[in-house]
């Protein structure tokens, strides 16, 4: 059996940890992605303010130009293409079987639309959580649990 993949994402960075079911102490991290745009603010992106716009005529309208939120968002889809296209690649040199991905919602969201169909195949789990800044023995320790469930408890028979 190949590695599982836990791939933890976030708009400022990625890292992608591997495992090998049945292996003792087989976490590893494999890839770091640095993202520092994704800790900018709009207005740090930005170097003008959005412009404005009359209409001529006896309408007395203006308009304010630009998108709220349009180059934050259009970093955090620049990225998620960045590490959909990376998975892609590792997925067609067979580095892996399975793919966890664990990211805050919204960064979820948008991984998910820019996931190629095979890709999205190998994906056995979303996490909605926000790991960016744990550690990496921190984030094993959580995902153990998500990834590989405690056994049941064996039944008790003839106790009350």
């Known amino acids: 059996m190949k590695a599982t993949w836990v791939l933890v994402a976030g708009k ?9 079911p049945g292996e003792k102490d087989s ?21 003008d303010r959005a412009g404005r716009s009359f209409h001529r005529g006896g309408d007395k309208v203006s308009h304010a130009g630009g998108h ?16 959909s296209g990376f998975l892609e690649k590792s997925r067609r040199r067979s580095l892996y079987d399975r793919l966890f991905v664990v990211a805050d919602p ?6 998910k639309k820019k996931l190629d169909p095979r ?14 800044k744990q550690s990496a023995e921190e984030i094993r320790k959580m995902m153990s649990g998500k990834i590989f469930p405690s056994p049941p ?5 003839g106790v009350k």
């Open 12 to 20: 400022a960075g990625a890292r992608v940890f591997s495992f090998e």
């Open 68 to 83: 709220p939120g349009g180059q934050v968002m259009h970093e955090e889809v620049t990225f998620a293409k960045k590490l």
């Open 153 to 157: 408890l064996p039944e008790r028979s």
């Open 27 to 47: 976490w590893s991290m494999e890839h770091v992605f640095a993202h520092p745009a994704g800790r900018l603010r709009e207005q740090e992106m930005v170097s």
């Open 119 to 132: 890709t999205g195949q190998t994906v056995t789990g979303f996490i909605q959580l926000d790991l960016g």
């Open 106 to 111: 919204g960064f979820t969201g948008i991984l």
